[in-house]
């Protein structure tokens, strides 16, 4: 039998594959899984616990492979302790979007949200959730 069981990973193409890495290493804390140069351009997994973040360095940024084809809204990663990782961020001096962390009665029971852009202008949204899954 077969099904979908959730997201496997979210794919982030970017004009500089060394400086999305470093980000996302630095800044937010995933481990590089393994890298590699494909015929398509320059390739990375990343891994943070669960989850999965793949980068792609395109070897033509109007390549048709990648085309006009949809794009990410946002990444939307979840964190415990979120006035910590909000000071954590202010720290290091990461441009946030966010003035403040923001606090929602919904969806889902409501969350605290920080809002910030990757180094590719990717929009990441930090999530807290009020109540568990």
Not at 116 to 121: A, F, Y
Request: charged share 25%; aromatic share 8%; hydrophobic share 35%.
């Amino acid at each position: 039998m077969s099904e979908i069981y959730g997201i496997h990973h979210v794919c982030v193409h970017t004009p500089d594959i060394d400086k999305s890495i470093k980000f996302y290493r630095e800044i937010i804390g995933f481990n590089v899984i393994g890298r590699e140069t494909c015929d398509f351009g320059e390739y990375a997994m990343l891994r943070l616990n669960d989850s999965l973040l793949e980068l792609i360095q395109p070897n033509e940024q109007n390549e048709d492979s990648f085309g006009d084809k949809g794009s990410i809204d946002h990444i939307g990663l979840g964190v415990e302790g979120i006035e910590n990782v909000w000071n954590d961020l202010c720290a290091k001096g990461v441009p946030l979007l966010s003035t403040e962390i923001e606090d929602n009665d919904a969806p889902m029971g409501g969350l605290r949200v920080i809002q910030l852009l990757g180094p590719s202008q990717e929009h990441i949204n930090l999530y807290q959730w009020k109540r568990a899954f």
